[in-house]
């Protein structure tokens, strides 16, 4: 929530029609090869869901009447699996998991009648992902193309606890308006999602290079060769001429970082460092900072207002000439900042409701910055505000630790962490196994950091890595993106 317009943009960009904001979506139209597109370049989307039946339900029976009438032996085949997923929001519907159920029965009890033969559930890897959406008696059934959540990227190895999501980040550095014409700092950066994500950004990669796959492929009506075009098609790739900069206070958030960013390809244009945000000092080039500090609700610390009010100094004396974004959640950590926003954008993080400031640091007092022709706020980001609420002034600040426990350093990262139950899906979880796809068509495997000898364009591996070595493949060939077009399929028919 919160990122609505900007999938908007990212979608007309992509060549999207009818492209329509609504709540927590954004609704477009397009052929096969543009949702290709968007599950494989869109930065901030989460899921990319096809509808194939809309229609009227008051009751489960109903919607278990409205199933059965699609066809469903264009979709599933005898030896296939299936699983539905329900987001219901209605008085006559309570349960969304009963919705799930009655979903599933009328696919079953309809291929059951026609072959006999009763399809199977499978939630860990089902060949067909259902997804039924109810707002009180409006119904709509959907294909989900993607399978696992965009925002699990594939570059993740390690993670710090409690790390940003891929999504919300990437939708953060878009709002700023940052394209790569500076350098990007976070001084605060944990494993590093700002900083990959800046770097895609930046160089125009599209962040599904890292996916092992999407259940688009699964499709009946897949088309491996449109796909494989879109994969290894990086004619819109653009170097990037600056550098980005992480920071932490913790030497293991930092090796975290550094391993995340090495998975990621991404090394030569990111450097991380282990240094405490106290001892940051103005960059000699043009620089942005993005950062998102400890809100005092997953982390706790006596602290927490002091490194606000450290980050309010450093931004003052160290960071003149630039911008610095910084998303938080309490009112109470952004007054202790001691700067006024130039903007103020509500965003969630997770189920907290956060806010993204920007602060704009000048010599000088405002009038005199305005008089030189600066910008506090463009006729856009005017009208952006005024749509929005408020932060909420009455969200009570609560002292998680007493004062009698001290915090010497102040070190952000030596906090207390804490889970949170609606933020589990959001932790990078390490893969066991990187040898990525082992179906008839070949694998595939997330791109690494380069080879001696298989250097490719701007520096970056070439795409081969990004499939086995032939050992792995059982005698599957390959492209080479690098030499500007395909020389052999991805596999031998006859081999298979």
């Known amino acids: 929530m919160g990122l609505e317009p900007v999938l908007a943009k990212e979608l007309t960009q992509l060549g999207a029609n009818d492209v329509q904001i ?79 159920y009655k979903v599933k029965d009328a696919i079953v009890d309809q291929l059951r009648e026609r072959t006999g033969k009763r399809p199977s559930i499978s939630v ?64 605060m950066c944990g494993s590093g999602t700002f900083l990959i994500e800046a770097a895609l950004i930046a160089r125009n990669m599209a962040p599904g290079l890292f996916r092992k796959e999407y259940a688009f492929e699964k499709w009946p009506d897949f088309d491996a060769d449109l796909f494989d075009e879109i994969y290894n098609d990086d ?6 001429h600056h550098h980005i900069y992480g920071y932490d206070v913790d030497f293991k958030a930092v090796n975290t970082a550094r391993n995340n960013v090495k998975a990621a390809g991404l090394s030569d ?33 006596p602290n927490l207002l002091d490194t606000y009010r450290m980050i309010g100094e450093r ?41 993204l400031r920007r602060y704009q640091m000048f010599d000088g007092k405002m009038k005199v910055f305005r008089s030189e022709g600066g910008t506090v706020k463009t006729d856009e980001e005017k009208r952006q505000m005024a749509q929005t609420h408020r932060f909420k002034k009455e969200r009570e600040f609560k002292q998680r630790i007493t004062e009698q426990e001290e915090n010497e350093e102040a070190d952000i990262r030596s ?19 990187k040898g990525g796809r082992s179906k008839e068509r070949g694998e595939r495997k997330p ?45 031998n028919q006859d081999e298979d």
């Open 22 to 100: 609504g709540r927590r979506m954004v609704s477009f139209t397009g052929n096969k090869e543009l949702m290709y597109r968007a599950n494989f370049q869109l930065h901030t989307a989460i899921k990319i869901l096809k509808p194939i039946s809309h229609f009227k339900a008051h009751s489960a029976d109903e919607v278990y009447e409205e199933i059965k009438k699609i066809d469903w032996s264009e979709y599933l085949g005898d030896d296939k699996t299936f699983a539905v997923d329900s987001v219901v929001f209605s008085e006559d519907f309570r349960h969304s998991k009963f919705v799930s």
């Open 315 to 355: 931004l003052k004396h160290q960071f003149m000439g630039n911008d610095a974004w910084i998303l938080s959640y309490r009112e109470e950590c952004f007054e202790q900042i001691g700067l006024k926003p130039s903007i103020k954008i509500p965003l969630y993080n997770g189920s907290l409701e956060c806010e």
């Open 415 to 433: 906090f207390t962490f804490h889970r949170h139950e609606l933020l589990k899906d959001d932790r990078g979880e390490r893969r066991k196994e």
């Open 235 to 240: 004619s819109q790739e653009r170097e990037y």
């Open 124 to 187: 860990a890897n089902p060949d067909l992902r259902l997804h039924i959406h109810i707002a009180e008696d409006d119904c709509t059934l959907c294909l989900d193309s993607s399978g696992e959540s965009l925002h699990r990227r594939g570059y993740r190895q390690e993670s710090v606890e409690a790390p940003l999501n891929e999504v919300l980040a990437a939708g953060i550095i878009m709002m700023t308006g940052w394209q790569g014409d500076t350098d990007f700092i976070d001084p």
């Open 447 to 491: 791109r690494f950091e380069k080879d001696a000898g298989k250097s490719g364009r701007f520096g970056k591996p070439k795409r081969t890595d990004k499939y086995n070595d032939s050992q792995n493949r059982g005698g599957h060939e390959h492209y080479d993106r690098s030499g500007g077009k395909r020389n052999n399929k991805r596999f």
């Open 269 to 301: 244009c990111i450097t991380i460092e282990q240094q405490d945000f106290k001892d940051f000092t103005q960059p000699k080039e043009k620089a942005i900072i993005v950062t998102n500090p400890p809100y005092g609700e997953r982390i706790s610390t």
